[in-house]
């Protein structure tokens, strides 16, 4: 007595197949999502349930930034497809963070807002933080520090904090980012204000502030590249 396959099953081999060979360029945005469910639900056609998260969210990025309260209230997800989702963000986020750091960040305006928007996106809370370059303007290891989390006031950014943990890393410069959740990337006066204040403080012993990033969904304001800085 032969024991038929589910119709999924060959589906999964030729999706695998495909990916293998051509990788996410040979696939529709709903089969990568599938192809990712079939990592968390080994026994289940998750096709109807791909699309279903892909119009809910819009876009593969939009599921990987949904939050896990969202996702796990959604039918057919269960815990161990929120886990999963949230891993491959987590560690997406953790790749772009170890692949800049020792790179040379003075002359790519473009890879500090790529970092900081893998970073600050998703956020529906405010950040405020500081990453540390040495003498190349590289990422210093372990570079990057959240000074502020909350609504931030910037009465609370001490730059005397900053510039002593600057002088404590043996950082030659830094870079500032901080989000606007739900809102537009412009700069506020307090913004601008904080700004000048601490590359005020940084110039005094010699450290160079390079930029302040402000991200807003995926939206993201430069000082330097607008002649602020």
Known sequence: MTTEQPHYVGHRERLRARFLQSGLEGLADYEAIELLLTLAIPRRDVKPLAKTLLQRFGSIRGLLDAPSEELAGIAGVGTSVVVMIRLVRELAEVYLRQAVEGREFVGSPELMARLWRARMSRLRHE???????????????????????????????????????????????????????????????????????????????????????????????????????
């Open 127 to 229: 950040v405020f933080e500081v990453a540390y370059l040495d003498s190349g303007g590289r990422l210093m290891r372990d570079g990057i520090e959240t000074v502020e989390e909350g609504s931030i006031g910037y009465a609370a950014v001490y730059p005397r904090r900053i510039i002593e943990a600057a002088l404590r890393r043996g950082a030659a410069s830094m870079v500032f980012a901080h989000n606007h959740p739900g809102g537009t990337p412009t700069p506020s006066e307090d913004d601008k204000a904080i700004t000048r204040k601490l590359a005020q403080a940084a110039s005094a012993v010699e450290i160079q502030v390079l930029d302040h990033l402000i991200v807003a969904g995926n939206e993201v304001f430069s000082f330097r590249l607008h002649g602020l800085l």
